[in-house]
């Protein structure tokens, strides 16, 4: 597989998001067929590989480690901070440095590392000035302990302020034909700045792969039960952009998958998605988005029609967004 620049950080041009292995989509799934998956997506070309300590908790950066140790060499390896994981439950944000400091110790053991590829801040803290954060990411990496940094979900000033004090490899933030936002102030923010871009759920969390409708119902475990765009409504509503894609798919002879990602891939060379799965044949089916070319011109006629398409529903409840800095 082709290699993208984040930064100064090389990586597969398609990584593999691994929180729904044990978090957020249902029960964890077997951590012995989750290893064969990951092996598999090595054999297969990706070198970069997506946990949090907050997936889980904990259990998904266990797994992942576990399953790259043999490989540690080869890979990049991004995980991430910022929430307050002392109960069962994370309670709040925590991105005071004293915490980050406790924090990396736990994600570098149980990774199995002595020095994290790719450390973000998960969220923003609003009751710590990101200089701060920035400045303890400064010292992590004189330490060795982490060699790239970033941020998820960040606003433009907040990345500016932050990469001032210490350069930023990869912003990571939602990004598909679903929900455009980058497109406004970030994606150029970002490429003044030479920051890496790494879009979360770019397969919409499933949806636009078209595996998803009215009909299709979420357990209590599946994060997309509260999420008002998985309501039977929204999906019913959405079904025009599912439309949308699978013509252009039986005319590149693609699946919907592959031209969900394909789309993403074709916005600028610096942009690495990072699809979830748990199924080998879906993981080989989202790798062929990167033989997939999207001509100028496909790319043009794909945005007129996809700027005609209101989305219904919110990307997470009210509770979630407003954890998100403006
Ligand atoms: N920074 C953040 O705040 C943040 C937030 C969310 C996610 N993330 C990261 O981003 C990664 C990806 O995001 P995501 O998992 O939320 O969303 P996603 O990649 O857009 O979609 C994942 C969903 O799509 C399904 N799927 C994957 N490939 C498919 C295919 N070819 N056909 C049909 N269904 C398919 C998966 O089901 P199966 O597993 O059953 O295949 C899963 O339900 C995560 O793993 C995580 O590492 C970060």
């Given at each position: 597989m082709r290699k993208r620049q984040l930064g100064n950080l090389e990586v597969s041009s398609i990584g593999l998001g691994c929180m729904g292995m044990s978090f957020g989509y249902g029960p964890a799934s077997d951590a012995k067929e989750m290893?064969?998956?990951?092996?598999?997506?090595?054999?297969?070309?990706?070198?970069?590989?997506?946990?949090?300590e907050v997936y889980g908790p904990f259990t998904n950066e266990e797994l992942v480690g576990e399953a790259l140790q043999p490989f540690r060499n080869k890979v990049v390896?991004?995980?991430?901070?910022?929430?307050d994981l002392q109960g069962t439950r994370p309670t709040g944000l925590d991105s005071r440095p004293e915490h980050i400091k406790e924090a990396?110790?736990?994600?570098?053991?149980r990774l199995k590392i002595e020095s994290i590829d790719l450390y973000y801040q998960h969220r923003v803290d609003p009751d710590v000035p990101i200089e701060e954060v920035a400045g303890a990411m400064q010292d992590l990496i004189r330490e060795g302990k982490i060699k790239h940094w970033g941020l998820s979900e960040a606003s433009v000033s907040t990345i500016r302020r932050a990469h001032?004090?210490?350069p930023l490899a990869a912003v990571q933030s939602e990004y598909s034909m679903m929900w455009r936002q980058p497109e406004e102030n970030?994606?150029?923010?970002?490429?003044?700045?030479?920051?890496?871009?790494?879009?979360?759920?770019?397969?919409?969390?499933?949806?636009l792969t078209g595996s998803v409708d009215q009909n299709t119902t979420f357990d209590s475990s599946d994060f997309r039960s509260i999420v008002p765009r998985f309501k039977p409504e929204n999906l019913k509503a959405n079904q025009t952009l599912i439309e949308l894609v699978q013509q252009i798919a039986a005319n590149k002879k693609?699946?919907?998958?592959?031209?969900?990602l394909a789309w993403v891939l074709a916005q600028k060379p610096w942009i690495v998605p990072i699809p979830g799965t748990r199924k080998l044949e879906r993981l080989e089916e989202n790798l062929g988005a990167a033989d997939i070319e999207l001509t100028s011109e496909e790319l043009r006629d794909l945005n007129k029609e996809l700027s005609k398409i209101e989305i219904a529903g919110e990307r997470y409840p009210a509770e979630h967004e407003?954890?998100?800095?403006?």
């Open positions: 290893t064969r998956l990951i092996h598999s997506a090595i054999d297969r070309g990706v070198t970069f590989f997506d946990t949090a390896i991004a995980t991430k901070f910022g929430f990396v110790e736990g994600s570098l053991k001032k004090v210490q970030l994606l150029p923010a970002l490429e003044e700045l030479n920051i890496g871009f790494v879009p979360f759920s770019p397969l919409g969390k499933g949806f693609a699946t919907s998958a592959q031209i969900a407003k954890k998100i800095d403006k």
